[in-house]
């Protein structure tokens, strides 16, 4: 998947879940003190929220960020809601 995709789904607010390494994970949205939040999580387990979408990029979960992650996966490993 390319960088340009993923920032097109969150730019349309889509919720998004895929499978990377056998592992869950997904991206949602919520609100913090009128603020648009982007948040990132191994499912069932803690979220991390960023505000902008290349913040979203850099956050790393088993020393791998989020654009690594996104970049080695095919159309197969992601859902879109």
């Known amino acids: 998947m390319i960088k340009e995709q993923l920032k097109e789904y969150i730019?349309?607010?889509?919720?998004?879940?895929?499978?990377?390494?056998?592992?869950?994970?997904?991206?949602?949205?919520?609100?913090?003190?009128?603020?648009?939040?982007?948040?990132?999580?191994?499912?069932?387990k803690e979220s991390t929220e960023v505000i902008t979408f290349e913040e979203l990029l850099k956050v790393t979960r088993d020393n791998v960020t989020v654009l690594q992650m996104?970049?080695?996966?095919?159309?197969?490993?992601?859902?879109?809601?």
């Open 70 to 81: 996104w970049e080695s996966l095919t159309e197969n490993d992601v859902w879109i809601y």
């Open 11 to 44: 730019e349309c607010g889509n919720e998004i879940e895929f499978k990377y390494n056998n592992k869950m994970y997904s991206i949602t949205y919520g609100t913090f003190n009128n603020e648009r939040l982007i948040s990132f999580c191994e499912f069932y």
